[in-house]
């Protein structure tokens, strides 16, 4: 099914307006599975994509939105939140929590609301890009927008950024 007729396409771009987000959905032409591939097809640096990663807290979901220049450190995020563990969650497990395959997790529209860490990392970008439902589709947010479109919380979830910023009027 093209992403333009993608329900699940449908109700994030339901779902951003209903939370009066102003960005609008762009559908690439190739996958953007992987940060890297989505920040070469938008011409920006990695650091601004926020990839969505799904995690197993116990049963439970938890979404962190991290930035595309590093990774998440599980033992980090788990002592964050006072757990003993925190696992990277299976593709079923995203699929029944999200309703949105790997690759094109958004940060909303799912069945219920899930738990989000929102990386401190993105905030360093005036525009981010984040997943909107499926590997080909995805939207210009901000880091505060971010926050308020998921109630996540800001933490630091991994390593300090592999890349350094672009000045504000060089990004897109």
Do not use: C, K
Request: aromatic fraction near 4%; hydrophobic fraction near 45%.
């Amino acid at each position: 099914m093209p992403p333009a007729d993608s329900p699940r396409v449908a109700e994030v771009v339901r779902r951003l307006r209903e939370a009066g987000a102003t960005g609008e959905v762009r559908e690439l032409t190739d996958s953007a599975r992987t940060a890297a591939q989505a920040a070469a097809q938008l011409g920006v640096p990695v650091g601004a994509i926020a990839n969505s990663l799904v995690f197993d807290v116990g049963g439970s979901p938890l979404l962190v939105l991290t930035s595309g220049a590093h990774r998440v450190d599980t033992g980090l995020v788990a002592a964050l939140l006072g757990v003993p563990e925190v696992r990277v969650a299976r593709p079923d497990f995203v699929r029944e929590h999200t309703g949105q395959a790997i690759g094109g997790v958004a940060p909303v529209g799912h069945p219920a609301p899930i738990g989000t860490l929102v990386d401190v990392e993105l905030a360093r970008f005036a525009q981010v890009w984040a997943a909107a439902g499926h590997p080909h589709t995805v939207f210009p947010t901000t880091y505060d927008e971010l926050l308020r479109l998921t109630e996540g919380t800001p933490a630091e979830v991994g390593p300090g950024p592999t890349e350094p910023a672009l000045p504000e009027a060089v990004q897109a």
